[in-house]
Protein backbone atom coordinates (compact mmCIF):
# COMPACT_ATOMS: atom_id res chain seq x y z
CA UNK A 1 0.00 0.00 0.00
CA UNK A 2 0.91 3.61 -1.12
CA UNK A 3 0.21 6.93 0.64
CA UNK A 4 -0.33 9.49 -1.87
CA UNK A 5 -0.97 12.98 -1.50
CA UNK A 6 1.82 16.19 -1.26
CA UNK A 7 4.31 13.69 -0.02
CA UNK A 8 3.69 11.30 -2.23
CA UNK A 9 7.01 9.98 -4.12
CA UNK A 10 5.68 7.76 -6.54
CA UNK A 11 8.21 7.47 -9.69
CA UNK A 12 11.17 8.63 -7.37
CA UNK A 13 14.18 6.46 -6.61
CA UNK A 14 15.67 7.05 -3.50
CA UNK A 15 19.00 5.80 -1.86
CA UNK A 16 19.11 5.58 1.69
CA UNK A 17 22.38 4.47 3.74
CA UNK A 18 22.31 2.57 7.15
CA UNK A 19 18.90 1.15 6.47
CA UNK A 20 19.46 -2.46 8.06
CA UNK A 21 18.09 -1.10 11.19
CA UNK A 22 16.85 1.86 13.57
CA UNK A 23 16.10 5.53 11.73
CA UNK A 24 17.38 4.17 8.25
CA UNK A 25 14.97 1.41 8.03
CA UNK A 26 12.08 3.39 9.10
CA UNK A 27 12.79 5.49 6.52
CA UNK A 28 13.23 3.23 3.50
CA UNK A 29 9.92 1.87 5.00
CA UNK A 30 8.00 4.94 5.03
CA UNK A 31 9.38 6.12 1.71
CA UNK A 32 8.47 2.86 -0.13
CA UNK A 33 5.43 3.26 1.66
CA UNK A 34 4.91 7.17 -0.03
CA UNK A 35 5.71 5.31 -3.69
CA UNK A 36 9.39 5.82 -3.86
CA UNK A 37 11.32 3.06 -5.53
CA UNK A 38 14.25 1.93 -2.22
CA UNK A 39 17.86 1.08 -2.75
CA UNK A 40 19.10 0.42 0.65
CA UNK A 41 23.37 0.53 1.14
CA UNK A 42 24.52 -0.93 4.08
CA UNK A 43 27.25 -2.56 5.28
CA UNK A 44 25.09 -4.91 7.94
CA UNK A 45 23.49 -7.63 5.25
CA UNK A 46 20.86 -7.74 7.47
CA UNK A 47 19.59 -4.81 5.49
CA UNK A 48 18.61 -7.45 2.74
CA UNK A 49 15.81 -8.64 5.38
CA UNK A 50 14.52 -5.38 5.61
CA UNK A 51 14.12 -4.47 1.73
CA UNK A 52 12.54 -8.05 1.14
CA UNK A 53 10.02 -6.90 4.54
CA UNK A 54 9.42 -3.67 2.23
CA UNK A 55 8.54 -6.07 -0.77
CA UNK A 56 6.34 -8.12 1.18
CA UNK A 57 4.16 -5.02 2.28
CA UNK A 58 3.93 -4.19 -1.35
CA UNK A 59 6.51 -1.40 -1.70
CA UNK A 60 9.74 -1.95 -3.73
CA UNK A 61 13.06 -2.15 -2.23
CA UNK A 62 16.61 -3.56 -3.28
CA UNK A 63 20.12 -4.23 -1.04
CA UNK A 64 23.38 -3.47 -2.07
CA UNK A 65 26.20 -4.10 0.41
CA UNK A 66 27.73 -1.06 0.95
CA UNK A 67 30.67 0.47 2.92
CA UNK A 68 30.03 4.16 2.90
CA UNK A 69 34.34 4.92 3.56
CA UNK A 70 35.04 3.36 -0.17
CA UNK A 71 34.24 4.93 -2.86
CA UNK A 72 34.35 2.19 -5.11
CA UNK A 73 31.40 0.90 -2.96
CA UNK A 74 29.34 4.16 -2.76
CA UNK A 75 29.74 4.58 -6.76
CA UNK A 76 28.40 1.33 -7.34
CA UNK A 77 25.46 1.41 -5.11
CA UNK A 78 24.80 4.88 -6.65
CA UNK A 79 25.33 3.16 -10.18
CA UNK A 80 22.85 0.55 -9.65
CA UNK A 81 20.46 2.56 -8.05
CA UNK A 82 20.26 4.46 -11.00
CA UNK A 83 20.25 1.69 -13.60
CA UNK A 84 16.48 2.36 -14.21
CA UNK A 85 16.76 5.83 -14.51
CA UNK A 86 17.79 8.89 -12.51
CA UNK A 87 18.83 8.93 -8.99
CA UNK A 88 16.21 11.41 -7.26
CA UNK A 89 16.50 11.32 -3.47
CA UNK A 90 19.40 10.53 -1.20
CA UNK A 91 18.79 9.80 2.86
CA UNK A 92 22.79 9.39 3.56
CA UNK A 93 22.10 7.88 7.22
CA UNK A 94 25.20 5.48 7.58
CA UNK A 95 26.65 6.21 10.83
CA UNK A 96 28.16 5.20 14.13
CA UNK A 97 27.91 6.07 17.45
CA UNK A 98 29.89 7.80 20.43
CA UNK A 99 32.00 6.37 22.80
CA UNK A 100 32.58 8.66 25.65
CA UNK A 101 36.23 9.82 26.23
CA UNK A 102 37.95 13.14 28.04
CA UNK A 103 40.05 14.58 24.60
CA UNK A 104 43.47 13.78 26.61
CA UNK A 105 42.92 10.37 25.94
CA UNK A 106 40.97 10.42 22.56
CA UNK A 107 42.36 7.16 20.69
CA UNK A 108 43.20 8.77 17.16
CA UNK A 109 42.07 5.21 15.16
CA UNK A 110 38.74 5.90 16.71
CA UNK A 111 38.42 9.70 15.73
CA UNK A 112 39.43 8.40 12.56
CA UNK A 113 36.95 6.35 12.02
CA UNK A 114 34.11 8.11 13.62
CA UNK A 115 35.08 10.73 10.89
CA UNK A 116 35.74 8.07 7.85
CA UNK A 117 31.91 7.01 8.18
CA UNK A 118 29.95 10.05 9.67
CA UNK A 119 31.08 12.67 7.78
CA UNK A 120 33.20 11.26 4.98
CA UNK A 121 31.12 9.02 3.88
CA UNK A 122 28.21 10.89 4.26
CA UNK A 123 30.58 13.89 1.69
CA UNK A 124 31.30 10.75 -0.77
CA UNK A 125 27.88 9.46 -0.96
CA UNK A 126 26.05 12.90 -1.80
CA UNK A 127 29.17 13.46 -4.59
CA UNK A 128 28.24 10.27 -6.34
CA UNK A 129 23.94 10.48 -5.77
CA UNK A 130 24.44 14.49 -7.55
CA UNK A 131 26.69 13.33 -9.94
CA UNK A 132 23.66 10.78 -11.21
CA UNK A 133 20.43 13.40 -10.19
CA UNK A 134 18.51 15.38 -13.24
CA UNK A 135 19.31 19.14 -11.97
CA UNK A 136 16.04 20.01 -14.28
CA UNK A 137 13.79 17.60 -11.99
CA UNK A 138 13.17 17.47 -8.20
CA UNK A 139 16.33 15.99 -6.41
CA UNK A 140 17.05 15.78 -2.32
CA UNK A 141 19.92 14.66 -0.39
CA UNK A 142 18.63 14.45 3.73
CA UNK A 143 21.63 14.03 5.80
CA UNK A 144 21.31 12.39 9.29
CA UNK A 145 23.30 14.87 11.42
CA UNK A 146 22.62 15.02 15.21
CA UNK A 147 21.76 17.59 18.16
CA UNK A 148 25.77 16.95 18.70
CA UNK A 149 26.27 18.59 15.40
CA UNK A 150 24.45 21.51 16.90
CA UNK A 151 25.74 21.47 20.28
CA UNK A 152 28.31 19.80 22.16
CA UNK A 153 28.70 17.06 25.05
CA UNK A 154 30.94 16.67 27.33
CA UNK A 155 33.37 13.38 26.31
CA UNK A 156 31.72 13.22 22.56
CA UNK A 157 34.11 14.93 20.52
CA UNK A 158 34.60 12.73 17.16
CA UNK A 159 31.04 12.17 17.41
CA UNK A 160 30.13 15.69 17.46
CA UNK A 161 32.22 16.93 15.77
CA UNK A 162 31.81 14.89 12.68
CA UNK A 163 28.24 15.78 12.80
CA UNK A 164 28.74 19.48 13.26
CA UNK A 165 30.88 19.19 10.05
CA UNK A 166 27.87 17.24 8.52
CA UNK A 167 25.60 20.05 9.30
CA UNK A 168 27.85 22.62 7.31
CA UNK A 169 28.62 19.88 4.42
CA UNK A 170 24.74 20.33 4.19
CA UNK A 171 24.45 24.13 3.89
CA UNK A 172 27.30 24.55 1.72
CA UNK A 173 25.93 21.92 -0.44
CA UNK A 174 22.76 23.77 -0.40
CA UNK A 175 24.34 26.73 -1.97
CA UNK A 176 26.07 24.92 -4.47
CA UNK A 177 22.63 23.68 -6.22
CA UNK A 178 19.97 25.76 -4.54
CA UNK A 179 19.41 27.49 -8.24
CA UNK A 180 18.89 23.86 -9.81
CA UNK A 181 15.93 21.23 -8.42
CA UNK A 182 18.42 19.80 -5.73
CA UNK A 183 17.50 20.47 -2.46
CA UNK A 184 20.09 19.49 0.60
CA UNK A 185 19.30 19.67 3.89
CA UNK A 186 19.49 17.50 7.29
CA UNK A 187 17.84 16.15 10.31
CA UNK A 188 19.65 16.58 13.74
CA UNK A 189 17.85 13.92 15.85
CA UNK A 190 17.96 13.78 19.39
CA UNK A 191 18.30 10.70 21.57
CA UNK A 192 16.42 7.95 19.31
CA UNK A 193 15.50 4.70 20.44
CA UNK A 194 17.59 2.35 17.90
CA UNK A 195 20.05 -0.10 18.08
CA UNK A 196 22.65 2.65 18.39
CA UNK A 197 21.35 3.25 21.77
CA UNK A 198 20.73 -0.25 23.03
CA UNK A 199 24.58 -0.36 24.23
CA UNK A 200 24.33 2.08 26.87
CA UNK A 201 24.36 1.85 31.01
CA UNK A 202 21.22 2.09 32.74
CA UNK A 203 22.78 5.24 34.29
CA UNK A 204 23.70 6.49 31.42
CA UNK A 205 20.35 6.54 29.85
CA UNK A 206 18.66 8.05 32.69
CA UNK A 207 20.70 11.36 32.31
CA UNK A 208 19.58 11.55 29.08
CA UNK A 209 15.71 11.30 29.88
CA UNK A 210 16.50 14.29 32.62
CA UNK A 211 17.47 15.71 29.87
CA UNK A 212 14.67 15.82 27.64
CA UNK A 213 11.98 18.20 27.93
CA UNK A 214 9.78 15.46 26.56
CA UNK A 215 10.75 12.86 28.74
CA UNK A 216 10.94 10.86 26.35
CA UNK A 217 13.18 9.63 23.84
CA UNK A 218 12.21 9.63 20.28
CA UNK A 219 11.09 6.81 17.67
CA UNK A 220 12.78 6.02 14.36
CA UNK A 221 9.24 6.45 12.78
CA UNK A 222 9.33 10.26 14.10
CA UNK A 223 12.65 11.01 12.35
CA UNK A 224 11.99 9.70 9.43
CA UNK A 225 8.47 11.53 8.85
CA UNK A 226 10.68 14.26 8.98
CA UNK A 227 13.14 12.83 6.68
CA UNK A 228 10.34 12.01 4.08
CA UNK A 229 8.50 15.26 4.07
CA UNK A 230 12.40 16.79 3.47
CA UNK A 231 12.30 14.34 0.50
CA UNK A 232 9.28 15.34 -1.18
CA UNK A 233 8.11 17.75 -3.47
CA UNK A 234 6.14 19.62 0.19
CA UNK A 235 9.39 20.91 1.45
CA UNK A 236 10.09 22.77 -2.05
CA UNK A 237 11.17 26.03 -0.75
CA UNK A 238 13.71 24.18 2.41
CA UNK A 239 17.07 24.03 1.69
CA UNK A 240 20.26 24.47 3.55
CA UNK A 241 18.05 24.15 6.18
CA UNK A 242 19.42 21.81 9.77
CA UNK A 243 15.94 20.96 11.04
CA UNK A 244 16.18 19.67 14.57
CA UNK A 245 13.98 16.64 15.79
CA UNK A 246 14.79 16.20 19.41
CA UNK A 247 11.82 17.09 21.54
CA UNK A 248 13.12 20.71 22.43
CA UNK A 249 16.32 19.58 23.40
CA UNK A 250 18.36 22.16 21.39
CA UNK A 251 15.80 24.60 22.40
CA UNK A 252 16.71 24.75 26.28
N1 LIG B 1 19.85 6.95 17.77
C1 LIG B 1 20.06 8.21 18.10
O1 LIG B 1 19.80 8.63 19.23
C2 LIG B 1 20.62 9.18 17.09
C3 LIG B 1 20.61 10.53 17.40
C4 LIG B 1 21.11 11.46 16.50
C5 LIG B 1 21.62 11.02 15.29
N2 LIG B 1 21.63 9.69 15.00
C6 LIG B 1 22.18 9.29 13.71
O2 LIG B 1 21.20 8.57 12.99
C7 LIG B 1 21.85 7.70 12.06
C8 LIG B 1 21.22 6.33 12.18
O3 LIG B 1 21.52 5.80 13.45
P1 LIG B 1 20.56 4.81 14.24
O4 LIG B 1 20.34 5.41 15.55
O5 LIG B 1 19.39 4.43 13.40
O6 LIG B 1 21.52 3.57 14.49
P2 LIG B 1 21.81 2.22 13.70
O7 LIG B 1 23.05 1.66 14.28
O8 LIG B 1 20.58 1.39 13.65
O9 LIG B 1 22.09 2.72 12.19
C9 LIG B 1 23.34 3.00 11.67
C10 LIG B 1 23.51 2.17 10.40
O10 LIG B 1 24.70 2.58 9.73
C11 LIG B 1 25.31 1.41 9.22
N3 LIG B 1 26.73 1.63 8.97
C12 LIG B 1 27.72 1.82 9.90
N4 LIG B 1 28.90 1.93 9.28
C13 LIG B 1 28.66 1.82 7.95
C14 LIG B 1 29.50 1.85 6.79
N5 LIG B 1 30.83 2.02 6.89
N6 LIG B 1 28.92 1.72 5.57
C15 LIG B 1 27.57 1.53 5.47
N7 LIG B 1 26.74 1.48 6.51
C16 LIG B 1 27.28 1.63 7.74
C17 LIG B 1 25.07 0.36 10.29
O11 LIG B 1 25.25 -0.96 9.78
C18 LIG B 1 23.64 0.68 10.70
O12 LIG B 1 22.69 -0.06 9.95
C19 LIG B 1 23.34 7.75 12.39
O13 LIG B 1 24.00 8.61 11.49
C20 LIG B 1 23.36 8.34 13.80
O14 LIG B 1 24.55 9.01 14.08
C21 LIG B 1 21.13 8.75 15.87
Known sequence: MTEAGAGGLTGRTAVVTGGAGGIGEATARMLARRGARVVIGDIDPRAEDVAERIADDGGCAAFVRTDVTSEESVTALM???AESGTLDILVANAGVPETKAPLQDLDMEHWQRVLNINLTGAALCMKQALRLMD???PGAVV????ILGLVGQAGSAP???SKAGLANLVRSAALGYAATGIRINAVAPGYVQTPLLDGLAESVRSQMLARQPMGRLGTPEEV??????LASDAASLVTGAVWSVDGGYTAQ
Open 79 to 81: RSA
Open 135 to 137: PQK
Open 143 to 146: AVSS
Open 159 to 161: YSA
Open 224 to 229: AAVICF
